[in-house]
């Protein structure tokens, strides 16, 4: 529909534009007389017939045709299949002729389809009527989605549909509606388990090289990469979820009595309980055993399980060692968000020797500088530091090598062609394909531990894409974040290098635990938390962070320096929720409240996203002070935790009467920007 | 192609700097011949009069130009298209009782005992309550809940709608009426939102948009429907990429992915991968963006010229860059200005598709 501006017009214009006017009103008026009194007649069909070749959107019209139809097919007494054909006949032309008028008329193709469902009609009509449609206009929403319920009625055979894709992608391949419904139908010939088609390794192959010619003739054609992309993610998935890491790690020895549990899965899954994991302390097996979620998604999965155990220590004040197994007691019971069970057995062994003199070890009340002239490497001897070994050399033992030798092939075949064809076309969408083949090639090398062998390549490929493409800049930074750090925490001996411990300043005395330092890296994104599960101390500072989502994994946490990065609200910084160890935080030089649409819009009166259980509380400690009320957001973040240090210097938000409410929030707290209170 | 390419910029080179303006004066003048008369090109559109009215009447306040309109005649007219039972028992006899999208789907009622076909249907609804909220009418004065209580009955079992109780195609935009009218009516009893959720969330496709029956190719528009209606039934919040994503019922940022993937490279925006920019996607995708928050990450300085080279002479927008305008891209030209904060263009309710109203303007 296009208005068009009024010109003076001829009056041969004038003429012709009143003659069809009247010829319309007149149809229009003898088919609203014909509706209102239910006339049915073959007369009063043709004059609608007319009125809707010349106005297929006129939607009254197509649902007087339904009532025609149930009426004329009503009256006969038996079943007169020769009768019924030409009812249905005369509809289908009926549509037909409007569609030649309009093919995206949305009236016209429901009709067809309601005709079509109330009884047989030629399977072959229908097709050609499609390929018609479909050759017109290669995008027709209308005519696919047509198609698939064409195909669904008359079972004809995703094979046949994927031919037709076939068909149309060799016709042109630049129609991403063929490659969209090639991906729907390859799922559900994979999901039937349908010969040739299952396992999915089979048809993999062959899609590679198809949609290879597509995008060698024209790599700067869209539609070819997004289906590449989705081969991509097919090939790599994960078959069924697993358990990849855990703290305490299998084989270490810790000194607590009281300690965290968590179970770190490659893929977000629920179900883990008393049924499907076993806690066993020495022989006694534990029943008072509660697993939480952290983070939750929204099919209540979660890659990150938490529980928290208490050794009973009984009547001996001697030391003792006690063996704690953790296994998968049920591992079906385990299942990922597509339903798929983890169908490893798995089991974690670690020792809690209880030596009373590290029960002792209380909070230092001194503040902690983590500054670089504190800063000094790592003692070889430190307990840290065997933890810490024991993480490393042990973790890999239940990591289960998976069947992917295929996968690795198929991938490596596909990084030689595409290394290739960026020799000879520059272009960024397939130095970002490149990218993203060598991180599926390191992740699913068979190997147990982690490869990285590409990943210095991968971050130079980022780098570039990040001077070629700026508009998409953030991404490629978030892409090389991710990589850079899967680099970091690959061994023990890269993330040595980022390790260290804090004297004090006047003396030379350790304080705290060991720190990993991860400043002024520039990094955008954190990840890898699978490896990191061990880190009491992070030093993330002098980076671009946003957000610290994931962060809630690492449960050791008692230090944290966030200062000098991005973060823009305090619902960014959620994640801290879940640190019940946290003492030491510093959140100084970040933009909390500087973005007025972050800080200002979600005050307590929201009930959507802040459903964990601190409203009414609030409302009581907000009694009576109207502006804390809209400290909300860090109140849910802080309110349950007990810090003793806190720096938030440098954000808009921290004003003096944010920092009077911080005190009351917090009555654990003894420095404040820097300054001890009393 | 070369030459082409050369042609076009000359010409839009030739066409000075007055041209790269949001011209008001223009859109108002264009709204108004509009509003007097109907170009010959809509009479396939008399079923959807009210829709093409919504379009000029909307349009005319997010240009701060209401007062060109008769209020008591559009009020009176809209008015005398809506369905009304006869009585309370025929609110349950399965029939939808909202407005009618003009008059030829309209009978006179008649008092011999014939069913009366009623053809009211949700997206004139829809249009009709928008244009009634627009000009500031008293809600009070509707009969809301035949409304409410009647729309029960187009909900399917799959939590869709259907948008006339004659039967019709079931999908996301009459999901997106159901929601709009609950909303304006400030009445949610008319349907099942968590059945609607189910659906709107089964439509989310494995590339992060939606289409807009399950399993379809995701579309800019369907995708609106989605969120929008997500919002407006309160299942989501405005500004989610600025928080915490892992709890929300969608796959954030995998949407996120693809709306912003929809801005192509001559900076307008389009409707599904792999196909040429259009006007409306600016709100489409564009609207979509803004409720996640995201609206920051878009390029609005490539977005505004490709909008402008969409701007008619005539006033209005076109569909694509320099052809003749209509009004429905002239009414989603104007939505993406007001999102583009242009100056003396009324802010925008999103998730309604309407101006923002302000009580005491009008």
């Not at chain 1, 003076?8 to 003659?19: F, H, K, Q, R």
């Not at chain 1, 391949?173 to 039937?192: D, I, M, P, Q, T």
């Not at chain 1, 358990?243 to 883990?272: A, D, M, R």
């Not at chain 2, 959807?48 to 007219?77: C, K, M, P, Q």
Request: a negative charge.
């Amino acid at each position: 529909m296009h208005g068009r501006p009024r010109k003076p017009a001829t009056p041969v214009d004038e003429n012709a534009s009143a003659l069809k006017a009247a010829k319309i009103r007149s149809l229009q008026s003898q088919f609203l007389l014909n509706h209102h009194n239910n006339i049915y007649t073959k007369e009063a069909l043709e004059i609608n017939a007319k009125l809707i070749e010349s106005n297929p959107e006129f939607m009254t019209a197509w649902n007087y045709r339904k009532l025609a139809f149930e009426h004329n097919l009503s009256n006969q007494s038996e079943a007169d299949s020769d009768h019924i054909k030409s009812v249905m006949d005369e509809e289908l032309q009926v549509v037909e002729n409007a569609l030649r008028k309009n093919f995206k008329s949305y009236g016209a193709w429901h009709h067809r389809k309601w005709v079509i469902s109330k009884g047989s009609s030629s399977t072959e009509r229908e097709l050609r009527l499609l390929n018609l449609f479909q050759k017109q206009d290669t995008r027709n929403f209308h005519a696919w989605n047509y198609r698939r319920f064409i195909a669904g009625l008359k079972n004809i055979s995703d094979e046949k549909e994927l031919q037709f894709t076939t068909d149309m992608i060799n016709d042109n391949f630049s129609n991403y509606s063929a490659w969209h419904n090639r991906s729907v139908l390859l799922s559900h010939l994979l999901e039937k388990k349908v010969v040739g088609y299952f396992p999915k390794e089979i048809f993999l192959k062959e899609e590679y090289e198809f949609v290879r010619n597509a995008v060698f003739t024209d790599p700067d054609d869209q539609s070819g990469w997004f289906y590449h992309l989705w081969l991509l993610d097919q090939t790599v998935k994960v078959d069924m979820p697993n358990l990849v890491s855990s703290w305490p790690p299998h084989g270490s020895e810790i000194t607590k009595t009281t300690f965290p549990i968590v179970l770190f899965f490659n893929e977000p899954v629920e179900g883990v309980n008393l049924q499907t994991v076993s806690v066993q302390v020495e022989d006694a097996i534990f029943k008072n055993i509660t697993w939480s979620l952290l983070s939750a998604n929204k099919f209540k999965c979660g890659q990150a399980w938490l529980t928290h155990l208490t050794i009973p220590l009984g009547e001996t004040n001697s030391s003792k060692i006690f063996q704690v197994k953790i296994s998968s007691e049920y591992s079906q019971g385990i299942i990922s968000s597509n339903d798929v069970p983890c169908s490893q057995h798995w089991s974690i062994e670690f020792r809690v020797s209880v030596c009373h003199d590290f029960q002792l070890e209380g909070q230092s009340l001194r503040r902690m500088l983590m500054t670089d002239e504190n800063f000094c490497t790592v003692g070889i001897n430190s307990n840290v530091m065997d933890l810490f070994k024991s993480y490393f050399e042990l973790a890999s033992d239940y990591e289960q090598p998976t069947s992917s030798k295929w996968k690795s092939e198929m991938i490596a075949s596909e990084l030689d062609q595409y290394r290739e064809l960026l020799s000879w076309a520059e272009c960024k969408i397939g130095k970002l394909t490149l990218a993203r083949l060598l991180m599926a090639n390191d992740a699913i090398g068979t190997t147990v531990a982690p490869n990285t062998s590409h990943v210095e390549e991968v971050l130079k490929l980022y780098s570039e894409l990040m001077e070629l493409d700026p508009a998409h800049y953030q991404y490629y930074k978030d892409e090389y974040s991710l990589a850079f750090l899967k680099q970091v925490t690959s061994s023990k001996e890269s993330l040595m290098k980022y390790c260290g411990q804090y004297k004090e300043s006047t003396s030379s005395n350790i304080t705290g635990p060991m720190c990993l330092r991860l400043n002024s890296l520039s990094l955008s994104q954190i990840g890898s938390f699978e490896r990191l599960l061990w880190v009491q101390s992070l030093d993330l500072s002098h980076n671009q962070l946003h957000s610290i989502e994931g962060l809630e994994a690492l449960q050791l946490l008692s230090c944290l320096n966030l200062s000098h990065n991005k973060v823009g609200s305090f619902m960014a910084l959620d994640p801290l929720r879940f640190l019940k160890s946290l003492r030491v935080l510093n959140i100084s030089y970040n933009e909390i409240g500087a973005h007025t649409v972050d800080t200002r819009r979600y005050l307590c009166s929201s009930p959507l996203s802040h459903t964990f259980d601190y409203d009414k509380k609030f409302e009581e400690f907000a009694t009576g002070d109207e502006k804390v009320l809209n400290c909300w957001e860090a109140y849910s973040v802080f309110g349950g935790l007990d810090i003793m240090q806190l720096d938030v210097v440098g954000n808009a938000a921290a004003d003096e009467r944010f920092m009077l409410f911080l005190v009351k929030l917090l009555p654990g707290l003894k420095w404040l920007d820097g300054e001890e209170l009393h | 192609m070369a030459d082409d390419g050369d042609l076009l910029c000359r010409s839009h080179a030739d066409r000075g700097l007055e041209d790269q303006l949001f011209d008001r004066e223009r859109h108002i003048r264009y709204l108004e011949m509009n509003y007097q008369i109907l170009p010959s090109p809509y009479e396939s559109q008399e079923i959807n009069h009210l829709t093409l009215a919504y379009f000029i009447i909307s349009g005319f306040h997010i240009l701060h130009a209401l007062d060109r309109i008769d209020r008591e005649a559009v009020i009176d007219w809209i008015l005398s298209l809506q369905a009304h039972p006869k009585n309370e028992a025929e609110l349950n006899n399965g029939q939808f009782y909202g407005f009618h999208g003009s008059r030829s789907s309209q009978f006179q009622s008649v008092g011999n005992g014939v069913s009366v076909p009623n053809n009211s249907h949700l997206a004139s609804t829809y249009c009709a309550l928008a244009i009634l909220k627009t000009v500031d009418y008293d809600f009070s004065l509707i009969d809301s809940s035949s409304i409410s209580k009647s729309m029960k009955h187009l909900q399917q079992s799959d939590g869709s709608f259907m948008p006339i109780h004659t039967g019709a195609e079931t999908d996301l935009r009459f999901v997106y009426c159901a929601a709009v009218i609950s909303s304006l009516l400030d009445n949610w009893s008319g349907i099942d939102k968590e059945k609607a959720k189910n659906y709107i969330l089964s439509c989310q496709s494995y590339d992060g948009g939606f289409g807009l029956i399950p399993g379809q190719e995701s579309h800019g528009g369907a995708t609106y429907c989605a969120v929008a209606s997500l919002r407006l039934m309160g299942f989501i919040e405005d500004d989610l990429v600025s928080k915490c994503t892992s709890s929300c019922i969608l796959d954030v940022p995998l949407l996120l992915d693809w709306c912003l993937q929809r801005q192509a490279v001559d900076g307008g925006f389009q409707g599904r991968p792999n196909k040429i920019s259009d006007t409306c996607y600016a709100f489409w995708v564009g609207g979509v963006l803004k409720i996640l928050g995201a609206n920051k990450f878009l390029n609005e300085r490539t977005l505004r010229e490709f909008l402008l080279t969409c701007q008619s002479e005539y006033g209005g927008f076109s569909k694509f860059p320099r052809q003749l305008p209509d009004l429905y891209h002239s009414y989603y030209g104007f939505t993406a200005f007001s999102m583009l904060q242009e100056t003396g263009v009324n802010s925008l309710n999103i998730e309604l598709g309407i101006s923002t109203i302000h009580h005491t303007n009008i």
